[in-house]
């Protein structure tokens, strides 16, 4: 499998100073940086991120280098798009960091401002789409547009800012994940098929390996329950060997007193593969969670726990997103934008030991995403998984399973018809 290019760009070892003066000082001609800080940064083509940035009291002091506030991923046509002059209506694209004291949003009705304290650029260069890690920044500088006028020391900030390859294998379900497609590759125009999906809705049967975690009472033949179980997909190889699998262990059913699969109940998935100790045996691998939350536009949230493989080692939550339920989203598994403040533990290879304490935490980053669509669409899950998660084809394996879990859950989240209509069969 050949990996497609793709770059991390990460803005981290943020901090703010103002050199002399102490941070309650109100002479400092910045006398709001008693309150909390923050910046948001900006690159053309992406959503603008808002995070902290922490305030340096002492001189001497060095934020932490291996702390990463924000990341953006470029793939190849970001990085055209970039480096094309006035392809944004700028002679050149940059990186901003604009730096502000004060919180956003208002208090009894009455609006609060922000105050900026200044702005940090960086050009957009060649180096860019070289392929190779580049620190374009690292330390302090000065921000502000007064701190020369006014004859004192300004405000300082400090950040690196470092490019990294950060290459990624790319897939694609052929087809909607209930009609059992075959599942390719993508690589430019070129696809090429790697795995087959085998979805289906009934129990399993009793010579299959997977049986065992399935309960042993006998199929509820009521065709008007209000439950969804009994979903299973399997991810098959080439050569026609199983090699992952995702199903249902906690029933999708409506909560008391509503017609949907509320937080207080969700329903949950098992993805599992095969056991190096025989293909006949099954090791769990992770857990999603899925529910609906209903509001102005209703969402569907995907809860994703890593299992250990130790009984005493418990669960890791890796991610909780909400996806938009009419129109989809993207689910995906980001150590840096989802873990960072619980100390953040990487995801392992589905072939590792399952010791995760003994992972170091800088591997971080982006691990996979799942772009699928809402209800009633026609969904072909678009997969996109880091490189360095993938040594064998059985790790991208996991992902395509966990990803089909993830669609599916779409359409097992959808509102339980209150009262079944005379004549039908169905009830969703």
Not at 227 to 239: M, T
Request: neutral net charge; charged residues 20%.
């Amino acid at each position: 499998m050949d990996p497609q290019a793709f770059i991390r760009l990460s803005i981290g070892s943020l901090g703010l100073r103002v050199p002399g003066t102490t941070l309650t000082d109100a002479r400092s001609g910045i006398h709001a940086l008693s309150s909390p800080c923050s910046c948001e940064i900006r690159l053309r083509g992406f959503p603008v991120q808002t995070t902290p940035v922490p305030l340096v009291s002492s001189p001497e002091s060095i934020p932490d280098p291996r702390s990463i506030a924000s990341s953006f991923y470029l793939e190849e046509s970001d990085l055209k798009a970039l480096l094309t002059p006035g392809c944004f209506y700028a002679p050149h694209a940059c990186l901003e960091i604009v730096v502000f004291t004060g919180r956003k949003g208002s208090h009894c009705g009455v609006g609060i401002k922000r105050q900026q304290i200044g702005m940090f650029k960086l050009a957009v260069g060649p180096e860019w789409g070289e392929g190779r890690p580049v620190i374009l920044f690292n330390g302090w500088i000065g921000i502000g547009k007064s701190k020369l006028e006014s004859g004192k020391p300004g405000a300082e900030l400090h950040l690196r800012v470092k490019l990294d390859p950060d290459p990624r294998y790319v897939f694609q379900f052929e087809d909607e994940t209930k009609l059992s497609p075959q599942i390719v590759q993508l690589q430019g125009t070129i696809k090429q098929p790697i795995f087959s999906c085998k979805f289906s809705q009934d129990r399993v049967s009793q010579v299959d390996p997977l049986n065992a975690y399935w309960s042993a009472d006998s199929p509820d033949q009521d065709i008007e329950r209000r439950e969804r179980k009994g979903w299973k997909v399997k991810i098959h190889d080439l050569s026609g060997s199983a090699v992952a699998a995702a199903f249902i262990t906690t029933p999708f059913v409506p909560s008391t007193g509503c017609d949907w699969v509320a937080r207080s109940n969700p329903g949950a998935w098992l993805i599992v593969r095969p056991d190096a100790c025989g293909p006949e045996n099954w090791q769990p691998w992770g857990k999603l969670e899925a529910w609906r939350e209903r509001g102005t536009r209703d969402s569907i949230c995907c809860r994703f726990h890593l299992l250990s493989e130790f009984p005493e080692g418990g669960e890791f939550l890796m991610s909780e997103i909400f996806l938009n339920s009419e129109k989809g989203g993207e689910f995906f598994i980001d150590v840096d934008r989802q873990v960072r403040a619980a100390a953040a533990t990487p995801v392992p290879s589905p072939q590792s030991s399952g010791d995760f304490a003994a992972l170091s935490p800088v591997i971080g980053g982006f691990v996979m995403s799942c772009r699928v669509q809402g209800e009633g669409k026609k969904s072909k899950p678009l997969v996109q998984l880091a490189m360095r998660h993938v040594t064998c084809v059985e790790d991208a394996a996991i992902f395509m399973a966990l990803a089909a879990a993830v669609d599916l859950s779409i359409e097992a989240c959808r509102p339980f018809r209150r009262k079944t209509r005379r004549g039908t069969n169905h009830s969703w």
